[in-house]
Each structure stands twice: as C-alpha cells, then as structure tokens.
C-alpha cells in the first residue's frame, strides 16, 4: 500500500520489509528503480513533473526523511516507520555479503566512492563491490562507465549524483544498464567514506538527524529551510 505524500506515492513498509524487497528484485530478470524521498526531494517533485513522474513510477519509494512521518500524522495517514536510505543500504549490504550479489558504486567526489568501498568491505567482510566511479563525468565518460558497469555486470548499482540528477539518470539509463536493482543514495558515500559523520543514535532516534547536520554544517541552512515550507504545504493540502 501506498501512501501519498503531496503527490509522491511512498511505499508503506517497515525496513526489514523494505530491505527484503531489494534482495529479492536481485533475483528477478528484471530491472528495479529504487528511491527515497525525504521532504526536500518530495519539494523538488512539486516544482520538476519528470521527477514526479519517475518517483511514482519506481519499484520502491522508501520514506527517507524524519519530515515525511510528521507530514503522514499531519494527514491522518500512517506510514509504518522511517526507512533511511543510508540505513537500507546498509541493511542491503549485511544480507549481500554472504551471497554472489555485487555492487557498483556511482557518484560523490573525488576519491570519495574509492574511501567508501574500501570502509564498506571493511565494515561488511565478503561484500563484493566490483566497481567504482566518481560523479564527474561528461558525455563521453559517461558512455564509457555505462560500458564498464556492463561489462561488469552488477547486480546493484548505487548512484549518489544528488537530486534530481541521480533519480533522472537511473531513470533514463537502466535500459542500457545490465544490472538488477539500481538505487539513488545522494551524499551516502560520504558517510560511508567517513568523510561526514552520521548523528549519533539520540539524535537518530528523536528524529533530530537533520539538525545535527545543520550544526556540523550551517551551510546547509537554506536546504532546511524546505523542511518548513514543506509543513506547511502539507496543512495547507490537509486542510483542502
């Protein structure tokens, strides 16, 4: 079941639901878009209808942001739980390790996906990451990685290129792609690199995360200002 957020249909699982559902699209002959909007990205969708198009046409549409589940209550609507796409990936990763499934990494700065394989194999022994590439490429490049990751084959491809970016380049490439599950994680390989810490588990658990990156980097005050906006759409469309 899903539940509409301001127009963007976000499935309704808990993570261990969520996390067997990307598993079990690795085993499938078909090719799976996977997505998780938080309340920024949903503001976005609003503004940009290709990316509204994409997220309601993807396989699996995860609540990201803490701001999603205040915006359900606000609509009398349940969502289940939070599902963070750093957490499902994680998630993912633990489960994959112990089979024949791989992984390519796509995005982030430079050397940046190179530090999060190499912290992610550490972190999950026997997780296979075939491949990595940063995410600055021109046309040119990017046909050659489409190549590499073919060749390669992967059965999940992480792209972190940031939104809308990521989502429209799964969207337009995963017919050429020979791969199985293909997810946008926006800045995940920074915190896989360690290059950004994640909110210590109070903060996680009061739902506060966002304001913990807020205080390690102020600049990202005019981003969280969507946070606002978006709550008060939310009751403005409530109250329609």
Same mark, same amino acid.
């Given at each position: 079941? +899903? ?12 993570? !261990? ?14 090719? #799976?878009?996977?997505?998780? =909007? ?9 503004? !940009? ?7 309601? !046409? ?9 701001? $999603? ?18 957490? *499902? ?34 972190? #999950? ?7 990595? #590439? ?21 059965? @999940? *491809? @992480?792209?972190? @290129?940031?939104? =809308? ?7 337009? !490439?995963? #017919?050429? *792609?020979?791969? +199985? ?13 360690? &290059? ?19 205080? &390690? ?5 005019? &981003?969280?200002?969507?946070? =606002?906006?978006?709550?008060? +759409?939310? $009751? ?5």
């Amino acid at each position: 079941m +899903k539940v509409d957020i301001l127009g963007v249909k976000i499935d309704n699982y808990k993570m !261990n639901e969520a996390t067997e559902k990307v598993i079990q699209y690795m085993y499938t002959d078909n090719k #799976h878009e996977i997505y998780t =909007p938080n309340p920024e990205i949903v503001m976005i969708a609003n503004e !940009n209808n290709e990316l509204m198009d994409i997220l309601n !046409n993807a396989d699996l549409v995860v609540p990201d942001g803490i701001g $999603i589940i205040i915006a359900a209550k606000i609509l009398k609507k349940n969502i289940l739980e939070r599902v963070a796409g750093y957490d *499902l990936v994680q998630n993912v990763f633990r489960t994959m390790k112990d089979t024949d499934k791989t992984v390519y990494f796509l995005g982030g700065g430079k050397d940046v996906a190179i530090e999060a394989a190499k912290k992610m194999r550490n972190c #999950h022994k026997g997780l296979k990451i075939v491949g990595v #590439h940063d995410g600055y490429f021109d046309n040119e490049e990017e046909n050659k990685i489409i190549e590499e990751i073919n060749k390669l084959s992967p059965d @999940l *491809l @992480l792209v972190g @290129l940031g939104v =809308p970016k990521q989502e429209k380049w799964i969207n337009n !490439n995963i #017919h050429k *792609l020979n791969i +199985k599950v293909g997810i946008g994680v926006g800045g995940s390989f920074d915190g896989m690199s360690g &290059r950004v810490k994640r909110a210590p588990i109070a903060f996680q658990k009061l739902g506060l995360e966002w304001f913990y990156r807020l205080l &390690r980097q102020p600049t990202r005050l005019i &981003r969280m200002l969507k946070l =606002p906006l978006f709550l008060i +759409k939310v $009751i403005s469309n409530r109250k329609k």
